[in-house]
């Protein structure tokens, strides 16, 4: 057997991976499963083997059976692979498990105070008047169809499509989701907490939707709408609501 000369062991890309932020509120299996049964509402492929964060800052006291809170979401089609906001002392614990633990962003909020300790004082001087600090990240614009077993992540902006999102296509983006064409895969706006981010689309026949983590399925039919009407979908509390957007002029 040849090996080619230019072909290294291992080589070392950067990946964009997409997780789902879960945050537990409760430790024990049956409610997690009662909870997954609610959120599911019994469609199978609900979750399609995503990547999944637990954040138990708010239970962080419990004590977790690992194997079997993996083995429940494995169930459902989310692999755990990392837990946010565990105390320090169950790190060697988790980790015992294969598990990672996700401490980018409580290492950021801790930077700051840390720079402004060690910052000298500065002489008093005339406040400048604030300015609004505006990032403007482009939509990402795709002008194909999205095709069945597809997944585009528009990361820190809005996702525009000028073609179909096919059946098991996945659309996702950090701010809005606009489609100029009909929607009948998943979309997921505002997948880094965005609430204010919405999802439009000429036509609206969608397996999935979510708008910051809140889902909605259709399995028992799409709301009847007016015809030849575009569709917007945002979040109003903890609910998915669908109107037309001629109708909510």
């Not at 080619?4 to 997780?19: G, M």
């Not at 945050?23 to 499963?33: D, H, R, Y």
């Not at 494995?74 to 692979?81: A, E, H, Q, R, Y």
């Not at 597809?150 to 000028?162: M, P, S």
Request: proline share 7%.
């Amino acid at each position: 057997m040849q090996n080619s000369q230019t072909r290294k062991p291992i080589e070392i890309k950067i990946a964009t991976v997409v997780a789902v932020a879960i945050i537990l509120n409760k430790a024990t299996i049956p409610e997690l499963e009662l909870a997954l049964k609610d959120i599911t509402a019994g469609t199978p492929d609900f979750f399609e083997d995503e990547f999944a964060i637990l954040d138990i800052e708010a239970i962080a006291e419990e004590k977790f059976d690992w194997p079997k809170v993996c083995a429940l979401f494995k169930s459902f089609g989310l692999n755990v692979v990392a837990i946010r906001n565990a105390r320090p002392e169950d790190h060697a614990y988790i980790r015992g498990y294969g598990l990672i633990i996700d401490a980018v962003s409580k290492l950021r909020n801790e930077e700051a105070p840390l720079v402004a300790a060690i910052e000298e004082p500065k002489p008093s001087a005339p406040t400048p008047a604030p300015q609004l600090q505006i990032s403007n990240v482009p939509a990402m614009v795709v002008d194909t169809p999205v095709r069945a077993g597809t997944r585009i992540y528009a990361r820190g902006a809005d996702l525009i499509i000028t073609a179909a999102v096919n059946n098991g296509a996945e659309v996702i983006a950090d701010g809005s989701i606009h489609i100029y064409a009909p929607l009948r895969g998943r979309a997921l706006a505002g997948a880094s907490g965005n609430t204010n981010a919405r999802i439009y689309a000429l036509t609206m026949e969608p397996e999935l939707v979510s708008i910051a983590g809140i889902y909605r399925t259709f399995e028992n039919g799409f709301p009847e709408l007016p015809a030849q009407h575009p569709v917007q979908i945002k979040l109003i509390g903890d609910s998915i609501e669908v109107s037309s957007m001629k109708s909510a002029a």
